[in-house]
């Protein structure tokens, strides 16, 4: 077992590390045929559904904010189990976009065949070459993030957020809504992730691990963003719950005053996705808020904005300014680092977190 987390306490750890090289395997393995194909099937459809369980959900999420922001594309994300609101909606030539890392998740199957009866065409975003999902999917993309072990899901993530930006880029192409030159700079921006996350866990690691210290002694935190930030921000937050047992809620910062806000007390953690967008200026306001509680911020800021944030945060956690299509993957890296060293603080196995499992195949 040593061998294959080599030198890695855990395989949580070595599969946070393995990032950029899932991700720069997922662009070596972009197969354009299979691209084009689920572009033009995406480009004949009206609606676009997106569907996943837990983690997959969550980069649904950000791919739907792609598609809705930036293409004005019809989508709409549910969590898998939660097929049935949609199963009127759906008509022939629709798509429907099912993630799911292990292509087993028993409630992502299930919602894909209800829809594909409706007439749907299934795309399958997967990790695993013909498991059950994509056997079932008229169209399948792969990321190539190599067997995942941890339960708690890293480097699947990130490499399915690379494919639905890709994909989300090569429809707006398709489309027109995105010039050639605009579609070739973001791709260039595409690639380079790999190095700007390595460069994140290499500037960042010591300092969450000393804050993770701090963090274990905590009941509950909020996650708070605005924008794509938001659906970052519930990844961060269900790895904190998955693996820590620290309850965790994310939602969307500007909602603090309409409900949330009242539990807050001195050092209360809030975690804070600031992103290079427009919403930067929002989120300072958000800061002062919760700074007004004598809430513990730990802030994600983007280095140009770190002057403007400092005073105001118990922990500044420097990223790089990048455009925010491409943020969540990065930004995600810090959080699912707290989430590991917290869990291993409280002294629990982060690996194997109690009542979950990897692959969930009963409904
Ligand atoms: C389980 C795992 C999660 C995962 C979810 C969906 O609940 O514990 O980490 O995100 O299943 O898995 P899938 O394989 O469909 O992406």
């Known amino acids: 077992e040593m061998a294959s987390k080599e030198g890695y306490p855990h395989f949580m750890l070595k599969e946070i590390h393995e990032q950029p090289l899932a991700i720069n395997s997922t662009l070596a393995g972009i197969e354009e045929g299979a691209f084009n194909k689920v572009v033009n099937a995406i480009l004949d459809s009206r609606k676009i559904l997106i569907i996943g369980a837990g983690t997959s959900y969550h980069a649904g999420l950000v791919g739907d904010y792609l598609l809705t922001s930036m293409l004005g594309l019809d989508t709409h994300t549910l969590i898998s189990s939660e097929y049935r609101k949609y199963l009127n909606a759906v008509n022939d030539g629709d798509t429907v976009i099912a993630i799911s890392q292990s292509g087993e998740t028993i409630d992502t199957l299930v919602a894909v065949r209800a829809f594909k009866e409706r007439g749907a065409k299934i795309i399958a975003i997967s990790n695993v070459i013909d498991s059950a999902i994509p056997r079932e999917s008229n169209y399948v993309l792969y990321t190539r993030a190599g067997p995942e072990i941890g339960v708690a899901a890293t480097k699947t993530f990130t490499t399915q957020l690379t494919v639905l930006t890709i994909l989300a880029l090569k429809i707006g192409v398709a489309t027109g809504k995105l010039t050639t030159n605009e579609y070739r700079s973001a791709m260039d921006m595409i690639g380079k992730i790999p190095g700007l996350l390595q460069n994140v ?6 300092k969450v691990k000393a804050l993770s210290e701090h ?6 935190a909020y996650y708070l963003g605005r924008g794509i930030g938001v659906p970052l921000s519930m990844e961060g937050a269900l790895k904190l719950k998955e693996i820590a047992y620290i309850h965790a809620e994310a939602y969307p910062a500007g909602e603090s005053k309409h409900g949330p806000i009242a539990l807050v007390e001195e050092n209360y953690p809030v975690v804070f996705s600031i992103l290079d967008d427009d919403n930067a200026d929002a989120m300072l306001g958000n800061v002062m808020e919760m700074k007004a509680r004598d809430a513990y911020i730990i802030g994600l800021v983007p280095d140009k904005y770190v002057g403007k944030f400092r005073e105001l945060l118990n922990v500044t956690l420097e990223m790089p300014s990048i455009d925010y299509r491409v943020a969540p993957v990065i930004y995600i890296v810090p959080m699912q680092l ?7 603080a409280r002294g629990y196995d982060p690996d194997k977190p109690r009542n979950l499992a990897k692959t969930v195949t009963v409904e």
């Open 215 to 220: 963090m274990s002694k905590k009941q509950s």
């Open 338 to 344: 707290l989430a590991y060293y917290t869990a291993v």
């Open 201 to 206: 866990i290499t500037k960042t690691e010591g």
